[in-house]
Every structure is written in C-alpha cells, then in structure tokens.
C-alpha cells in the first residue's frame, strides 16, 4: 500500500503552532497497527514504537523486554514496517525507540532501514539501569559488572 507521509517540515511546522499556541504535544506507544491506526484517529501527533509496547499488545508486561527473550531491535523494525507504516494515514509521525546499544546491530543501518520506511523520529529506548532502585540487589550486580 502506498501511503503519503508527512514531511519533516510538515512535522516540524505543526508541532511550531502547537507550542506556539500553548495546545499540548500528544505522544503515545502502539504495540499493533490498529492501534496506531485509533491513536492517529485520536489527533496523536506521534506514535511511539518499541518492543515494550508490542509486548504489551501480546499479554506481556513491559518490562519484558529487559529480559533476554527476543531481539528487541528486529522486533521493533519488523513491526513498525509491517504493522505500523501500513496502518497509518500520515497525520502522525512515527518514533521508533530502539536500543542503541545493540552489539549486534550496525546502528546506521537500523538507522537507514528506518528511514527508508517512512520513520521521522528515533529515540533510544535501551535497557537502562535507571529502572532498578539503587538499593537493589540487581543494581549492584549491574553496576559491578561495569553496566
């Protein structure tokens, strides 16, 4: 399906009135494309992507993605591509959140296919240490490790 998209200076111009005119920013995740589809119906102005949110859409917690049981990264791309960009109209740009710090991943390459798809926005989204409480015996683990 061909589906015209937003520009980045259409993006960038919206977004300038919202601001300008104090109306809020809307940013919200879809874990499916008919989600995607109900939040851009619902004037999101940005979708977010990422596995946490496609994991949530399958019955799992968010924070599953933590765990070592899938490529976070191709899990994203796959469903952005197929499930996400074909669901949409334009009217909202996509956000796919990867994990940056991917060793098995040539990050401009994620970066080009993401690209390449239609994605105007990129934030990294990694496994961060910053969701363990400091007292925690997993942060001490990690951060003894050097993470």
């Not at 919206?14 to 995740?29: D, E, G, N, T, Y």
């Not at 399958?58 to 490529?71: A, F, H």
């Not at 499930?83 to 009217?91: K, R």
Request: proline share 3%; with cysteine.
């Amino acid at each position: 399906m061909i589906v015209s998209r937003t520009t980045r200076a259409e993006i960038l111009a919206k977004l300038q009135r919202k601001i300008q005119v104090r109306k809020p920013i809307f940013i919200a995740s879809a874990g499916s494309g008919l989600v995607a589809s109900l939040l851009e119906k619902a004037g999101a102005d940005c979708v977010n992507t990422f596995s946490g949110a496609r994991l949530r859409s399958n019955g799992m917690g968010t924070m599953s993605m933590l765990w070592p049981i899938l490529d976070s990264n191709k899990q994203t791309l796959d469903y952005t591509e197929q499930d996400i960009m074909p669901a949409i109209t334009g009217d909202a740009f996509i956000c796919a959140c990867i994990n940056a710090n991917d060793p098995l991943k040539d990050m401009t390459t994620v970066l080009h296919r993401l690209k390449g798809m239609g994605v105007m926005s990129v934030s990294n989204i990694g496994p961060s240490i910053s969701y363990y409480d400091k007292d925690s015996h997993i942060y001490q683990v990690l951060t003894k490790s050097g993470i």
